[in-house]
């Protein structure tokens, strides 16, 4: 459907050995506020199976380019769009595309903690039954035991499903509920905007040995402040400057030899 992008840097050996199709397919993608330009052709492709770290200086771009994926810009007034973003072969803006439907595809986790004020149970349950995931109450039982086991929160939470708020826990608790609400409606691609941002460096590794395994079954794509974070659980990393997607390298190109100058400075610690 493409040309070939000339740039070596987005066809990664990851890609090759794996000789996959990409999930998604980005292309001269360009977003403006208004006036204000904040992501300049940036194109890119993303793989089943593989974590995708968006990383680089504040203001560049990383939450941007996240949205897109998901078309959360939609109801932001004054957001257009320029170029391409291919899922499943359509143009994710292509008027065919329900952009509910589209929206379904994917799990959405914030960098704070963000679970519903209802039971834990209903954070859970709630997505999948309004999108007709899960239709009879037994099968829904079981869906959200199956979404908390795989957040590794289930044994924590189990007797407390119905009599416990969501806000009841800690934070790092909080963000493995947001994970399995994200997990409920059966997404392909999990979105995860910081999801370690304002929570314990124990919690946080939970959560990181989490995105490994989910991993497994789904593209993931983080936005992450913490290069350490980066080089521990992404397959390949995103440089964003400016605007504008620098380099795309397997991670540990990225760490040890990036070949974009301000890629290089960034990850070495030169700037934030
Ligand atoms: N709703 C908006 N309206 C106007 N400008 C915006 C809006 N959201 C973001 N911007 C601007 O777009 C640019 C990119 O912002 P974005 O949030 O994507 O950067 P980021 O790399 O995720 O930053 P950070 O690491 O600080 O979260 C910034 O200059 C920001 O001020």
Redesign the pocket.
Known sequence: MFDQLTDPALYTPTAIYRNAVPIISVRNLSLY??A?Q?LRNVSFDLYAGEILAFI?P????????LKCLNRMHDD?PGVRVEGEIIMHGENIYSPKIDPPVHRRRFGWVAQKPNPFAASIYENVAYGARIHGVVRNRRDMQAHVEACLRRAHLWDEVKDHLHDKSGHDLSGGQQQRLCIARALSTKPEVLLMDEPTGSIDPVATAKIEDLMLELSDDHAVVI?T?SMMQARRIADRVAY?HL?ELRELSLTADMFEHAQESDARAFVAGDFG
């Open positions: 506020y208004g204000k904040a680089g504040s203001g560049c771009g990383k939450s941007t380019a932001t936005i402040h964003f605007g």
